[in-house]
């Protein structure tokens, strides 16, 4: 009779193979028990005092990724006494030495690679055999670097304010999968690139709202877990920003008319003065085109009298009397007078003698 092998989980991932002595066949001869006392492999098979059992870490149960130049470095505790039998293969076959290098203890075994490179990616695994026990553990392994430009990209068409695009995904991912694409635009006055789309998942796309009259150049970066690639392939034509023919009409409208008939908004007041002290009457008025303005004493013309200095400026309109006399009370009118019309107004001025 066959001898049967059985597999069991263990709780930490990895699977434990023993081997059970079967019943010996009915028809062979059974050794006596002085002839298994004398067989060397009995005498010398230890007794199995913990059955061999890998411990693999939580984070190396899902794909352990590093990038290409990384350091690699794990360790994987294991348990069996007598001192079980550690080793590793890589995608089935025994590890190269002059990439990785393996050092086993009594509880747990190292696996180290100086300068990761792409072709360490693989499933590893970790046999730990004691006797007819054997425990193994596998642990997936990617190592990854930037992706490859995308090998081309091409103007479309051109309309408005808006261009079409189009390109062909790298050659190389860099060992994983994209995460998209990045799309930049730079017009040919200011040379300045700017990021349009990122993250952009198809190999086509529009690029709109582009400025009249501007010409621009686009390119495209391959994007993944490392980045952007190094390099990025630049459109052969530019897009021409054409500026459209635009004809403003201006609407014709009536010039308003802003002539009127000159019309005081603040007329004279009467006062009383000081002989001897300065003296100035005030008033506002409003009219288009410009007023002449007139000063009246008691409806005589006092223009030119140099007693009399006469101002308007912005329609703010002042007569000072310098130095007033007894002689100089009485009515006083400021007339303004334009083509559309006149008008005036008058107060009382008087001037009393110092007590």
Not at 5 to 26: C, H, M, N, R
Not at 161 to 180: I, M
Not at 320 to 338: L, Q
Request: with cysteine; proline share 7%.
């Amino acid at each position: 009779m066959e001898a049967a092998t059985t597999t069991t989980e263990v709780a930490s991932g990895s699977q434990q193979k023993v081997e059970e002595a079967s019943l010996v066949d009915a028809e062979r001869p059974q050794a006596s028990p002085r002839q298994e006392a004398d067989s060397p492999t009995l005498q010398h098979l230890p007794p199995i005092e913990e059955y061999p059992k890998i411990w693999l870490p939580r984070a190396l149960r899902q794909t352990f990724i590093r990038k290409v130049g990384d350091t690699v470095n794990l360790l994987i505790p294991f348990q069996g006494k007598p001192k079980p039998r550690a080793t590793w293969t890589h995608n089935g076959h025994a590890l190269d030495p002059s990439r990785v290098s393996v050092r086993s203890g009594d509880q747990d075994s190292i696996l180290f690679i100086r300068e990761a490179q792409r072709a360490d990616s693989g499933r590893y695994q970790l046999h730990v055999q004691l006797g007819g026990l054997e425990a193994t553990a596998t642990i997936d392994i990617l190592v990854i670097e930037q992706p490859g430009p995308p090998q081309s990209i091409k103007l479309v068409d051109v309309w408005g304010s808006n261009a079409s695009l189009q390109w062909t995904p790298p050659q190389d991912t860099g060992n994983t999968a994209l995460l998209g694409y990045t799309v930049q635009k730079a017009d040919t006055k200011s040379g300045l690139w700017f990021t349009v789309v990122e993250h952009y998942h198809r190999t086509s796309c529009i690029v709109s709202d582009l400025i009249m009259g501007n010409s621009y150049a686009f390119r495209v970066f391959a994007e993944n877990q490392c980045g952007l690639s190094d390099t990025a392939p630049i459109t052969a034509d530019l897009a021409c920003i054409q500026k459209a023919a635009t004809v403003y009409k201006t609407k014709g409208f009536a010039q308003r008319d802003f002539s009127e008939a000159p019309k005081f908004t603040q007329p004279l007041a009467d006062c009383t003065t000081i002989t001897g002290y300065d003296t100035q009457l005030f008033c506002c008025v409003r009219a288009s085109p410009r007023p002449k303005i007139i000063w009246l004493k008691n409806k005589m013309d006092i223009q030119g009298n140099p007693k009399y200095r006469a101002l308007s400026h912005l329609g703010i309109c002042s007569l000072e009397i310098r130095k007033p006399g007894p002689f100089d009370g009485g009515i006083y009118t400021c007339k303004a007078v334009n083509a559309l019309g006149e008008a005036s107004v008058d107060c009382r001025v008087d001037v009393r003698a110092p007590h």
